[in-house]
């Protein structure tokens, strides 16, 4: 079974098509939520109706950079510490892992910590440094539609549309 998300990019199934495709299929149904298209879909599902027809199109794609909050020196230095701490830790019980001395010695593990440290504060300073106050925030980036539609091959179209139909009058009343 394969599982995936909106964006996920996991296995090929089987008949999907390796390139960039637009897709094919009569529309049955249109959602202004991504989620509203998954719930008609999972409907179709069980409803044994054969989804392997079905494709979600996201339609007037949408870049939305969601601003987390300003950055400042003592943020990107604290932060580029914390981040070369990490792998400096995970760098250090790496090597007292194979340290060929009896028993656990904690100097691999002190010293990659302390390296760690010391090049995450370095390069997270070079990295801010050279935005030249250009970019002082941090954000988050998604990729949305402005609408999603649910499209079927011709062949169950209309036993999918009557399926919807009736999840739109269950919801509704």
Known sequence: MIVTGPLSSGRQAPGLPRLPTPPTGWPIGSYDKYEEAQ????????????????????????????????????????????SGAWFGLFVGLLLSMFNSSDGMSYAPILVGLVAGVFFGVIFAALSYASSKGRRDFSSSSQLVAGRYDVLCQPRNAEKGRELLAKLAMGTSG
């Open 39 to 82: 719930r008609a879909v999972d409907y179709l599902a069980d409803n044994n109706f054969t989804v392997q027809d079905v494709t979600i199109v996201g339609v007037d794609l949408m870049l939305v950079e969601r601003v987390i909050g300003r950055l400042s020196w003592g943020k990107v230095l604290g932060t580029g510490a914390l």
